[in-house]
Nanobody, 117 residues
């Protein structure tokens, strides 16, 4: 059973930074892609950033230039570095992994990010 455990959320002032971590149980090489999604109150869950096994990445337009997704294969961990945070970035952030072959989706439990002065 795949487990994804997020950490690093919290309260930060506008313009601040946070780094989210997503630790997977076992090797992340078995995933076709890993990414971060977010869901704000009253809104649908949306893709924030994704990294593929090839190391290519894509980002939502709203976070381009501010957020960076990366991974450490040795630690089976994916990160989301968030800079220049805005109040509209406030949401629960979820880690996602798509298994190669089966294309099964796995989700973490979510971590709250609040951007407020």
């Amino acid at each position: 059973q795949v487990q994804l455990v997020e950490s690093g959320g919290g309260l930060v002032q506008p313009g601040g930074s946070l780094r989210l971590s997503c630790a997977a149980s076992g090797s992340i090489f078995r995933f076709y892609a890993m990414g971060w999604y977010r869901q704000a109150p009253g809104k649908q869950r949306e893709l924030v950033a994704r990294i593929f096994r090839t190391a290519s990445t894509n980002y939502a337009d709203s976070v381009k230039g501010r957020f960076t997704i990366s991974r450490n294969n040795a630690k089976n961990t994916v990160y989301l570095q968030m800079n220049s945070l805005k109040p509209e970035d406030t949401a629960v952030y979820y880690c996602n992994a798509v298994e190669d072959g089966s294309l099964l989706n796995y989700w973490g439990q979510g971590t709250q990010v609040t951007v407020s002065s």
